[in-house]
């Protein structure tokens, strides 16, 4: 008898000697107890499944731009000049070779006048000159001197042609036809820079001006549709197609990338303008590949790892099994699956 209470009386000693350490691991294996039941008692996590669907997928790229046109002119003066006449304002509607503007040519016109003398007086010079030469044998020295005296008359010339030119040029007129979205004055009688520009826009070449990263441009072909978006019309998009990839790369911030222009349609040129204005940014979402029918799942259900990838395929009511699956074009939503899942399928989505 007293051989069995030696145990109990060497671990009552033990724990007396050693009470804190005891009561340290009384507590321990009470937090394990109470976590150990709470799991135990704890609600078994619910999957959410969704069923693999067969349907279209679309898959788009997404860029940004601005509205531009493909047929502008910008016209201005070589030099200032006072104008006397402005053949339209900002706004109005403008025909091919229409006058825009004309500047004083008086001081023009009088020195075109004095040209003409002095092309006159050179001509009767030239003419004496040969009169005086008459059958004389031409040496070198008066080779010189006809010369001189035929380039001195071909400059009188083009003295005139040149006045002539300038007149000529004190008409500003449009190489196209299109609206006149800026025009430096309104009125007569200021003097015009050559920083003062003209600039007409054909509305019927407006374009949604994009540019595309070079790991994107191989997607993008001509006649592809799109759905562009202004930020001056967040809420009405309207449907373009892809007219002109750029041949030539250009270098951005974010790295290289080509030109694509996206042709806006316009109704009338009026409305065109005043809806479209050059400069308005947006984004469009260009339609670089579509397929029908086919078995897709939401992206959220893959799991890649290792190279490949992998969906939980449901075995039960709240049990799933990892299955690799084969995928084709996937969009910002859905994925193509073209192994590995069947049409009824379930998958474990979050």
């Known amino acids: 008898m007293k051989s069995l209470k030696r145990p109990f009386v ?13 009561l340290f691991l009384l507590l321990l294996a009470g937090v394990g107890i109470f976590f150990l039941l709470r799991q135990a008692n704890a609600p078994v996590e619910q999957l959410n499944f969704v069923r693999v669907k067969k349907e279209k997928l679309v898959k788009t790229l997404n ?9 502008k002119a910008s016209l201005h003066y070589a030099t200032a000049a006072k104008a006397t006449y402005i053949g339209a304002k900002e706004g109005d509607s403008i025909k091919k070779g229409q006058t825009l503007a004309r500047i004083d040519v008086q001081d023009q016109q009088k020195r075109i006048q004095q040209d003409l003398n002095n092309y006159f007086n050179q001509r009767l010079d030239f003419e004496q000159g ?11 020295s008066l080779g010189r001197i006809a010369q001189q005296e035929q380039k001195a008359l071909e400059n009188t010339v083009l003295d005139v042609e040149i006045r002539n030119i300038a ?35 054909d509305p019927y070449s407006l ?15 001509k ?45 009338s040129t009026q409305s065109a303008m005043e809806r479209y204005r050059l400069g308005m940014n947006g984004d469009s979402d260009i339609i670089v590949d579509q397929r029908d029918d086919v078995l897709q799942i939401p992206i959220d259900a893959l799991i890649e790892r290792d190279d ?32 590995g899942l069947q049409l009824g399928d379930e998958v474990v989505a979050p």
């Open 167 to 201: 007149i000529r040029n004190a008409n500003l007129t449009s190489p196209i036809a299109g609206i006149l979205v800026s025009a430096p004055v309104a009125l007569p009688g200021v003097v015009l820079s050559p920083t003062d520009v003209f600039e007409v826009v």
């Open 10 to 22: 060497f671990v009552g000693k033990w724990i007396k000697t050693h009470w804190k350490l005891s």
């Open 207 to 221: 374009v949604f001006k994009a540019t595309v990263d070079e790991t994107d441009i191989s997607q993008v072909k």
């Open 223 to 267: 006649g592809q549709m799109a759905t562009i978006e202004l930020d001056a019309y967040p809420d009405e998009p309207f449907q373009a197609s892809v007219s002109a990839i750029a041949y030539r790369s250009a270098i951005t911030s974010k790295g290289t990338v080509f030109v694509v222009d996206l042709s806006i349609p316009v109704q």
């Open 130 to 140: 040969l009169d005086d030469r008459g059958d004389t044998i031409i040496n070198d």
């Open 63 to 71: 860029i940004s731009g601005i509205v531009d046109a493909k047929q």
């Open 308 to 339: 490949k990838r992998y969906a939980k395929k449901k075995t039960g009511e709240n049990t799933a099994e990892e299955v690799e699956i084969q995928t084709g074009i996937e969009n910002d939503e859905m994925i193509e699956v073209i192994s």
